[in-house]
């Protein structure tokens, strides 16, 4: 058997539809042959300043035309991609650039100061007109086992780890949500979610892979997401909790057109207030459940169950399995369990990191770390993600990341870092401290030391110095006991 | 790498969707959910019966719901299946059951003359409700290597040979047919084409991996598939030009409801008249090239290109790619040359016939041996299917296949066969043969001979008793210069 190879998709896509509109901004719009050309035109120049077959290129850049040029023009040369976090501090950047063994790292002028540390083979975007073009043999067809963009995620160990995202994966994950949604050929999906998730690219690859128009906001903004639904035709729309309760807070009472036909809503449990808001305002919401390693939804939930299922993240997507595992023993319906996962779309696993890849991933069963159970109808509900994963904004913060680096600081003996509710994000990390000694350090030089090394959204918005932390017998912290410290 | 595996389909699709309309007949419409119980009951029952995994059983059967349930029982157990086209002579049946190894023959009383041959293991449909049950390990996922199909096709040489389709070569087949077509959620796809043709089985394929409803007749009444589009919801149809020309007249002058959106039409090259008045009546006509040897259509011609790119078969599927060789060269555009395509639904070969698929399928490339040409733009045009191949009413004639029999008489020294135009069919085969001796047969005679060795639709509407056949240096039969036989 030879291995399956899919044509070039943006280049297959020029080929087939040139003239549909590829991407749309508020000022700009291009088609597909016109997105193939500056592709090809950047990695001609890409080639020029060096890139070659099987590199690894990063990009730091936010949402733009530019942006998706580059991811393009990388693919075309054969390169693998990191995508950075631009929320991310100097350190984790510099962190996932050392440990993806990038070769290059493309960037904007405005993350000049973030990126200092890489000035070897640091390209701006800014600078890219100027650069001189050199041929390269452009990749005629993509191989469904080949490593196309890699995307860091923290477990509970709080090492980030680089999690291998193959062609097959993005095109499976494609195939399972139109097999899902559906497909109309005036289909435009807007994308308020940065590409450097998976939540966000996936709606890049789905626009060429399908031949439907990407609109795309640089930044989230309530009235500007409601005016591409009201007036220029989109159909499909990206969300999490927080987008979503201030698009409809924003609508003030109006109607999303028939043309609307999905919120795809992700990112962590959606509250029920917003749910029930989306049944009042007719809004069709599609609930769902994925991770990067599943390179984006493997479970959705249907309107049409919102109401009977609510709470629920729904039924697998066509080519993915999911299973309930409780002591290695398949649990029962209704019964609690870690959600499992099996499907073309589940990561070939973490860069580099060969154990912590067969421990989360056997026999292509992606254990997940999330608690859930499916009921008698088979409808997934998901209890609780990775124990003690807090997602704020939809930004998934793991308490373990924001621990070792209180830790790093000489005057911290112990550290513990749960979420709380909040009504802007979701959730926040609050952190409790013990202080090796009394008064050595308050809140705020805490505050101040977190600064830089983590990024923003990930900065504890309260510190709590404590005496002593939960902890079970084995001495294990009981980051779910945090909150009782407060509470009491 | 693990092989690439699917949730069994039907299965799978019960699971997601149960109470979704699978089938539609004129009388009755079953659920995925039903169809589900139906198949697995009879999957059940093949086992009592002696069907086990990896074994081989042919079908011969008209279109109904049984079929489809036969179909689906013998992929939950996980045997290869050869469908038989009910048109075939005894002889022709006996000869494909023997060339596949087939174990077993599932029929029905009405072909009980035409496989008296193979009464060891032959099981009628009718006898089905009676059979016990016995239970076996349901196929939980399809491996996308895996045989799946067999389905017979000639060739040159005259000689049948079993198409191997795997469970992968049917999966991006409708994959590719949804990225181009588009995929509703409400779409009901009309066949009134035999599921022992690609362009039938298909259907059924893909109403189950979509989530659709397949509408069958057990026929085609121009009518009734009239009827179906105009007041039962079907969107598309799979139709040859010699049943879109009978649709189109039954319509008198009627149009379709705007929820009609496709006309998939196969089965060789559309007459300009039926394209026209396509365009005149406003039928949303795709034409498409493809072969069992592709598991169905690689190339289709969106409505947008019916006038201006009049003739062409349009532009190959999104996974699917596309060359003109010319002597082993690729050629220019515009430049006539031998089809070749590559794609994942390539047939993984001709059952037990190593060289036949060698020779044929090179690096994933199959060679069609149909003649054509890409246009400026990438539109092909077919020109000649396989040289010398007839296609009367969408079914596939190979004269060499046609000769072979003709010869088998001991009176005939040399035969050669054609096509000729027919209004009704498309075109109809007509022969050419020399006698040992003169007077020693009349045409009718001949007719009568290849009665029973031949399907009706294959015997020649003419015969020719002529002196000399025109043949090259090589003495190689020159089939395109038989005409002039009879136009001079």
Request: hydrophobic content about 40%; some cysteine; proline content about 5%.
């Amino acid at each position: 058997m030879t291995t399956t190879e899919i044509p070039n998709w943006l280049e297959q896509r020029a080929f087939l539809t040139p003239d549909r509109i590829a991407i749309k901004t508020e000022t700009k719009e291009i088609t597909f042959l016109q997105l193939h050309n500056h592709a090809l035109k950047k990695a001609n120049q890409l080639t020029y300043a060096g890139v070659k077959k099987n590199d690894v290129v990063a990009i730091l850049m936010k949402n733009s035309i530019e942006m998706i040029e580059v991811i393009h023009a990388l693919k075309y040369i054969g390169v693998i991609t990191v995508l950075l976090n631009t929320k991310l501090s100097n350190q984790e950047i510099e962190w996932q650039l050392i440990d993806s063994k990038t070769n290059m790292l493309i960037t904007e002028a405005s993350f000049h100061e973030k990126t200092i540390h890489f000035d070897k083979n640091r390209l701006f975007i800014e600078d890219m007109p100027s650069l001189p073009e050199k041929a390269f043999e452009v990749e005629k067809t993509f191989s469904i086992e080949k490593t196309d963009t890699i995307m860091y995620t923290s477990g509970t160990t709080g090492q980030p780890k680089g999690v291998m995202q193959s062609y097959g994966n993005h095109w499976w994950s494609a195939i399972g949500s139109s097999l899902n949604l559906g497909l109309h050929q005036d289909d435009r999906w807007l994308a308020i979610v940065p590409f450097f998730h998976i939540s966000g690219l996936s709606i890049l690859y789905k626009s060429v892979i399908y031949g439907i128009t990407a609109v795309i906001h640089e930044g989230f903004d309530a009235k500007k997401a409601n005016d591409a639904i009201m007036k220029y035709g989109v159909t499909i729309v990206s969300v999490v909790s927080v987008t979503l309760t201030r698009m409809i807070e924003e609508l003030a009472g109006r109607t999303y057109p028939k043309s609307f036909r999905c919120a795809l809503l992700g990112g962590g449990p959606a509250p029920k207030p917003l749910l029930e808001a989306c049944i009042e305002h007719q809004i069709p919401v599609f609930q769902t459940y994925g991770m990067t390693e599943t390179a984006s939804q493997v479970v959705t939930l249907s309107p049409e169950y919102s109401i009977s299922k609510l709470g629920s993240a729904g039924k697998p997507l066509f080519p993915v399995q999911i299973k309930i595992e409780r002591d290695g023993i398949i649990a029962e319906p209704n019964e609690s369990g870690e959600i499992v996962v099996k499907g073309p779309n589940v990561s070939i696993g973490y860069f580099n990191r060969p154990d912590a890849t067969s421990e989360a991933i056997k026999d292509g069963w992606l254990y997940t770390g999330d608690i859930g159970y499916v009921d008698d109808e088979g409808f997934l509900f998901v209890q609780d993600r990775r124990s003690d994963l807090i997602i704020s904004g939809g930004e998934n913060v793991y308490p373990a990341e924001i621990e070792a680096i209180l830790l790093s600081h000489p005057h911290i003996t112990e550290a513990g870092v749960t979420g709380v509710e909040d009504k802007q994000w979701g959730q926040v990390p609050i952190a409790f401290i013990k202080l090796a000694e009394e008064g050595i350090l308050n809140t705020d030089d805490v505050i101040y030391f977190c600064e830089g090394k983590l990024a923003r959204y990930k900065i504890p918005k309260s510190i709590y110095i404590v005496d002593t932390l939960p902890r079970n017998a084995s001495n294990k912290l009981l980051r779910r006991k945090l909150i009782e410290l407060i509470e009491g």
